[in-house]
């Protein structure tokens, strides 16, 4: 689990040399060893024969070169989940106003890249890999309300409520998807239970947490009833 958790630290810097000093510390948060440089050089042989296995010796020693101040590894265009996701996120982002079809399509294949929490055998194994690890849940369930935004910019109410629905209840406080249900429901004729879900949710706040919905989320269920008495009039 060492080395993976290594092979991790360095990935999250894939291209940068990352110093042994820091290595050491992070995967020996409790107190490094006597032996903690002697220690990471065996873990970095390990990860070195793994990769010769996969690419050869030639390229392992390629993509896993070191220094005398530390290590680093290489990845090539599209080899790193994450760094894919990241792009596909940004092109989606520029094109979003203008084709808003594409840009989801982006969001979806960036989002089908995710097979698990991230991190999730390592990320308690240094601080390094848990911060980065709680990083990229939010970079994802951002994603989720960007991609959830353009399908109801498009009018896919009614398809969207079922996914909302089980986001709301992977995600209870993430205000932004009550909303986007809320408006998804509101969307399609069901104001009524628009209201009601806001109401229970309110309470829920007010009772756990001794707060109020914020007032963009409250708007927009003021604006929804609003436009259901503009309708009817």
Same mark, same amino acid.
């Given at each position: 689990?060492? &080395? %993976? ?47 010769? &296995? ?6 392992? $020693? ?5 220094? &005398? ?33 594409? $840009? ?13 929490? $991230?991190?999730?055998?390592? %990320? ?49 406080? %993430? ?8 408006? $998804? ?30 007032? &963009? ?17």
């Amino acid at each position: 689990m060492q &080395r %993976r958790a290594l092979f991790a630290l360095l990935l999250l810097n894939a291209g940068k040399t990352v110093s042994c000093e820091q290595l050491i510390s992070e995967l020996w948060p409790s107190g490094v060893p006597s032996c903690g440089s002697n220690a990471l050089q065996a873990h970095m042989t390990r990860l070195r024969r793994d990769l010769e &296995r996969c690419f050869g010796v030639e390229e392992a $020693a390629t993509r896993l070169p070191s220094s &005398r101040t530390g290590y680093s590894v290489h990845v090539g265009p599209g080899e790193l989940d994450l760094e894919v996701f990241n792009t596909l996120r940004s092109e989606a982002r520029a094109i979003s106003e203008s084709d808003p079809a594409a $840009a989801a399509e982006m969001l979806r294949q960036a989002l089908a890249l995710w097979r698990g929490p $991230a991190l999730y055998d390592v %990320r308690d194994r240094t601080s390094c890999l848990y911060a980065a690890a709680m990083q990229e849940e939010e970079h994802y369930a951002l994603t989720l309300e960007e991609l959830v935004e353009l399908e109801l910019r498009q009018g896919n109410h009614e398809r969207m409520i079922g996914w909302l629905k089980a986001l709301t209840e992977r995600y209870p406080y %993430r205000e932004k998807l009550l909303e986007q249900l809320i408006v $998804a429901l509101g969307g399609t004729g069901r104001k009524v239970e628009a209201a009601d879900l806001f109401r229970r949710m309110r309470s829920e706040m007010v009772e756990q947490f001794g707060v109020d919905p914020s007032v &963009r989320l409250s708007k927009a269920v003021q604006s929804m009833l609003e436009d259901d008495l503009a309708t009817e009039k």
